[in-house]
């Protein structure tokens, strides 16, 4: 499969209260999150805001979402992305991450038939103000992560669809690393070349590393500092580290 076929689309970060959560992660790093909306049907309501990649010569389409349960609509049978827990989430959490792609069958075939099983292709949708955003993605039946969430799910924007970035405001906010930890960190590295992403190893968009317990980090330099934005919450770097 074409080694420019795969990019680093967005990271999903779960938050227990979305407007609650927004204010907060806002507040204390000075990223803003001007848009967002409800994904029909799957029980959730985001907020997104785009971020900068810290190599220059990617395509920076890139965004950061916080996602939670939306109390206008119940969840579905099998909620994704661990939300059934939310009552008793208390912090935000990185949850997982998504790779885009221009052809998401194709990128699932093949990874299917490498052994890592990604699940249907289905067609999504948000509801913002003046329109209807549509695209399609990877969800497994039950709607499970890959290891957890350590792994990435596939997003396809249709091509004739706007980026949601495309539209976001600077916010002042860069990406500047992604760490998956695990302990078993070669058996992560193989999943991710089985997925086809060995490019993106190669490139240094994602790392993977030992860990004693599994993680998700990305390193943020925003407006009011450097954080790390993890399994465990937002953590503001000192000068040190």
Same mark, same amino acid.
């Given at each position: ?7 680093? *689309? ?85 949850? #997982?991450?998504?790779?885009? #792609? ?38 497994? *039946? ?13 997003? *396809? ?80 770097? #000192?000068?040190?580290?």
């Amino acid at each position: 499969m074409s080694r420019a076929l795969f990019r680093l *689309d967005h990271l999903v970060t779960v938050v227990p209260n979305l407007l609650a959560s927004t204010a907060m992660f806002e507040s204390q790093t000075g990223i803003l999150f001007p848009s967002g909306g409800e994904h029909t049907g799957m029980g959730t309501w985001n907020r997104v805001s785009g971020v900068d990649h810290s190599r220059r010569e990617l395509d920076r389409r890139l965004y950061l979402e916080l996602i939670a349960r939306n109390p206008k609509e119940p969840l579905t049978q099998h909620p994704w992305l661990g939300l059934d827990r939310a009552p008793t989430l208390r912090e935000l959490s990185l949850i #997982t991450w998504a790779v885009r #792609t221009t052809d998401i069958e194709k990128a699932a075939a093949s990874a299917r038939k490498a052994g890592v099983v990604m699940g249907s292709v289905l067609p999504m949708s948000r509801a913002m103000p003046d329109k209807t955003l549509n695209w399609k993605l990877t969800l497994r *039946d039950d709607r499970s992560m890959l290891e957890g969430g350590l792994l990435p799910f596939f997003i *396809d924007w249709l091509g004739n669809e706007a980026h949601p970035a495309a539209s976001l405001a600077e916010s002042g906010s860069r990406l500047l690393s992604l760490r998956i930890l695990h302990a078993e960190p070669e058996r992560i590295r193989k999943n991710l070349i089985s997925m086809g992403l060995e490019s993106l190893l190669d490139a240094g968009d994602v790392q993977v590393q030992y860990g004693d317990s599994p993680d998700l980090v990305a390193r943020i330099q925003a407006p009011k500092g450097t954080f790390d934005l993890s399994r465990s919450g937002l953590k503001k770097l #000192t000068q040190s580290q």
